[in-house]
């Protein structure tokens, strides 16, 4: 089974940039739909980017939409989130998800759709 592990997470001023990274082994990441979901504190976790296994399809929750770019690169086994323009509120733990799925361009907005989780990084805004 696949396994993740999620880095690039850290504190910066609001405007700022940041670029997570979701490191998939012990699988072919080509073969998974790729997700970044995040939590902040005393809140349920929260759908953020999905892309399907091609990378030719993604979705957004409207609160990141335009300031965040979810990515792939199956041959580095690495998926990728770019957050701009960071906002407090963003403030969150940030987790990668994979799902097994024949369809090459179904992405997924649901936690329960999804099969393996990575430990998270914790992303900080200041104001």
């Known amino acids: 089974q696949v396994q993740l592990a999620e880095s690039g997470g850290g504190l910066v001023q609001a405007g700022g940039s940041l670029r997570l990274s979701c490191a998939a082994s012990g699988g072919t990441l080509s073969t998974y739909a790729m997700g970044w979901f995040r939590q902040a504190p005393g809140k349920e976790r929260e759908f953020v980017a999905a892309m399907g296994r091609s990378g030719a399809i993604s979705y957004y929750a409207m609160s990141v939409k335009g300031r965040f770019t979810i990515s792939r690169d199956n041959a580095e086994n690495t998926a990728y989130l770019q957050m701009n323009n960071l906002k407090p509120e963003d403030t969150a733990v940030y987790y990668c998800?994979?799902?097994?799925?024949?369809?090459?361009?179904?992405?997924?907005?649901?936690?329960?759709?999804?099969?393996?989780w990575g430990q998270g990084t914790q992303v900080t805004v200041s104001s």
């Open positions: 998800a994979a799902k097994s799925t024949a369809y090459r361009h179904n992405y997924y907005t649901g936690l329960n759709e999804y099969d393996y």
